[in-house]
């Protein structure tokens, strides 16, 4: 079981907005460490996405974007598109365990 | 362009030692975290353990006595090694950075799968 809670699944249709979520607890996001957002590819590693709750790397689309408050985290696509089907993992830091965690990860099935 | 690139045997015998190599081309080993990250068939990224570029270890407490991690800088490697190794351990295993200071995971390698197995 994954320290950092995802949904197993989401979907959307092309052009639509979807959401993924990411709870963790006082000894992670709940004590202020950021949350940093992955994308994985079929059959590819993992790719940061977002870093420090809402930052985009150079490269990355403005239709994703992040936010965090309290112990949840959010991604949010916009617009989505076909390319964008993905599994999506959150990440933080967590202090009891003074290791970095991930979420179990969401599946994006864009319909 | 920095890249991290896994190497290793694919097939581990249960009990054995499971020995993988990152190299990184391109870019310094210097400032940086060092880590190991893997993920079993179909399932979620789970976070083995870091060396830095000084040599300073830290395992995730859960595999921390099954564990090493190594750093030759001179040859820009980085090394994991994991004893007594069962089918729980059949992965994919990436190599992967973090920025000293910061706490994600900047750069990935492409991983390796590792299959534990008689």
């Known amino acids: 079981q994954s320290v950092l809670t995802q949904p197993p699944s989401v979907s959307g249709a092309p052009g639509q907005r979807v959401t993924i979520s990411c709870t963790g607890n006082?000894?992670?996001?709940?004590?202020?460490?950021?949350v940093h957002w992955y994308q994985q590819l079929p059959g590819t590693a993992p790719k940061l996405l977002i870093y420090?709750?809402?930052n985009r790397p150079s490269g990355v689309p403005d239709r994703f974007s992040g936010s965090k408050s309290g112990t949840s985290a959010s991604l949010a696509i916009t617009g989505l598109q076909a390319e964008d089907e993905a599994d999506y993992y959150c990440?933080?830091?967590?202090?009891?365990?003074?290791?970095?965690?991930f979420g179990g990860g969401t599946r994006l099935t864009v319909l | 362009q920095v890249q991290l690139q896994e190497s290793g045997p694919g097939l581990v015998r249960p009990s054995e030692t499971l020995s993988l190599t990152c190299t990184v081309s391109?870019?310094?080993?210097?400032?940086?975290?060092w880590s190991w990250i893997r993920q079993p068939p179909g399932k979620g990224l789970e976070w083995i353990g870091y060396?830095?570029?000084?040599?300073?270890?830290h395992y995730h407490p859960s595999l921390r006595s099954r564990v090493t991690m190594s750093i030759d800088t001179s040859k820009n490697q980085v090394s994991l090694k994991l004893s007594s190794v069962t089918a729980a351990d059949t992965a994919g295993y990436y190599c992967?950075?973090?920025?000293?200071?910061?706490?994600?995971?900047?750069?990935w390698g492409q991983g390796t799968l590792v299959t534990v197995s008689s």
């Open positions: 060396v830095y570029s000084s040599g300073t270890t």
């Open positions: 420090d709750n809402n």
């Open positions: 992967a950075r973090i920025r000293f200071s910061y706490n994600w995971f900047d750069l």
């Open positions: 006082s000894s992670n996001t709940g004590a202020g460490y950021d």
């Open positions: 990440q933080s830091y967590d202090s009891r365990l003074s290791a970095w965690v």
């Open positions: 391109g870019g310094s080993m210097s400032g940086y975290y």
